[in-house]
Every structure is written in structure tokens, then in C-alpha cells.
T-cell receptor, first 111, second 117 residues
Framework: AQRVTQPEKLLSVFKGAPVELKCNYS??????LFWYVQYSRQRLQLLLR??SRESIKGFTADLNKGETSFHLKKPFAQEEDSAMYYC?????????????FGQGTRLTINP | GAVVSQHPSRVICKSGTSVKIECRSL??????MFWYRQFPKQSLMLMAT?????????EQGVEKDKFLINHASLTLSTLTVTSAHPEDSSFYIC?????????????FGPGTRLLVL
């Protein structure tokens, strides 16, 4: 079964501190992993995907197949990072694939 | 670019009535659109996958006769909640995958809040 687990519903860190949002998954195959972010009163938007191997807004995420994890990290948190973060996975294939979302983690950056 | 709109943004209806929600890709064509449901303080749950010109694929436990999906063009998919009941009250979100470009990417609409009295 496809499953995404985000163990922390809430995460609060101080500005300038490192932040890590945890995500573990279970999938019988080679998944694609994503992090989506939802800022206050805005729609869900893609933050990054593992296949791109890029850093967006200072965030990075590495796919660890051995631990089946895709944790999101940022070395120095900023107040504008406060948002709801969702980890998601999809199968690989031609074209659009359905997404399975984790429960989400609400990140609050304290000044 | 890659904007998805939903209409209406909010709807209140009486129990037993039907409600139609539209999802439009404004500046791109989408062969595939997805419909999600989100309960308060919970994650998005996929309801169905909508493909242009064909029948939607529903997730397990989603009643296809209750949630009618029509994807008549490459820029429009509609979700009709038939004979709505209070337990159908929720936040409905659609997403669209572009025909061209990175097809695995989904662009999300702003959501429609449905309240059934």
C-alpha cells in the first residue's frame, strides 16, 4: 500500500535555527517524492521534487531509499517559511500520476 | 503561468440539493485533473482522477454516483455533488497536470468550501 507519514503535526523553531520536517513513505516500487507547501490563505503549491535535486527557497530534501525517507531541511529558518508542509508521493510513469499526501506539518518560525 | 481556478470558492446549500464545482486550467491544457477532499485539520484525500474525454477513475470508497465528474474539454472538469448531505460538507480541491511540459507536476486550484445545511 502507498502511504506517506509525517510524524509531526506541529513544528516550531526560532528564526535562524535549522529546521527538518520528517517524511517517511511506503511504496512497492520506485516512487516520486514531492514536498508541497501551503502558505496562509494561499493554494497548495509545489516546493520541490526529489527528481530535480534542487534547492528551493533554501530547502533541500534527499530521498533515502534505505530508510524510505524524504525529509525536508533548511539550515536557517526564516519567518516567511511559516506554512503548512505536505509530503507526497506518486508512482513513476508516463504522464500524470495520482498523489498520496501525508498528514501535513504546520511549521511556525518564531522571531 | 499554470493557474488553476475553481468556482465557486464557497457554497452553502440545503440538504438534498446538488452542487456543481468547476475546475479550470486558465493558461494551459490539461488531459488529467484530480479531485481531492480535505476535512478540517486533515490531509488531502484523492477522490478521483478525471481524464478528458473518458470516464473518471474513482478511489476506493468514493461513490461515483454521488460525486459525478465530467471532463469535457482540456481546460474544464466539473464535480457535481448529488443529493448533498451535511456529511458532504468539506473543502474540495482540484489539480491539473499540463498536457505539455512536466506532466508529472500538478497545479492546484484554490479550493471550494461546501457547507450542506
Amino acid at each position: 500500500a502507498q502511504r506517506v507519514t509525517q510524524p509531526e503535526k506541529l513544528l516550531s523553531v526560532f528564526k535562524g535555527a535549522p529546521v527538518e520536517l520528517k517524511c517517511n513513505y511506503s511504496y512497492s516500487g520506485s516512487p516520486e517524492l514531492f514536498w508541497y507547501v501551503q502558505y496562509s490563505r494561499q493554494r497548495l503549491q509545489l516546493l520541490l521534487r526529489h527528481i530535480s535535486r534542487e534547492s528551493i527557497k533554501g530547502f533541500t530534501a534527499d530521498l533515502n531509499k534505505g530508510e524510505t525517507s524524504f525529509h525536508l531541511k533548511k539550515p536557517f529558518a526564516q519567518e516567511e517559511d511559516s506554512a503548512m508542509y505536505y509530503c507526497a508521493l506518486s508512482g513513476r510513469g508516463q504522464g500524470a500520476q495520482k498523489l498520496v499526501f501525508g498528514q501535513g506539518t504546520r511549521l511556525t518560525i518564531n522571531p | 503561468g499554470a493557474v488553476v481556478s475553481q468556482h465557486p470558492s464557497r457554497v452553502i446549500c440545503k440538504s438534498g440539493t446538488s452542487v456543481k464545482i468547476e475546475c479550470r486550467s486558465l493558461d494551459f491544457q490539461a488531459t488529467t485533473m484530480f479531485w481531492y477532499r480535505q476535512f478540517p485539520k486533515q490531509s488531502l484525500m484523492l477522490m478521483a482522477t478525471s481524464n478528458e474525454g473518458s470516464k473518471a477513475t474513482y478511489e476506493q470508497g468514493v461513490e461515483k454516483d454521488k460525486f459525478l465528474i465530467n471532463h469535457a474539454s482540456l481546460t474544464l472538469s466539473t464535480l457535481t455533488v448529488t443529493s448533498a448531505h451535511p456529511e458532504d460538507s468539506s473543502f474540495y480541491i482540484c489539480s491539473a497536470s499540463p498536457l505539455a511540459g512536466v506532466r508529472e507536476t500538478q497545479y492546484f486550484g484554490p479550493g471550494t468550501r461546501l457547507l450542506v445545511l
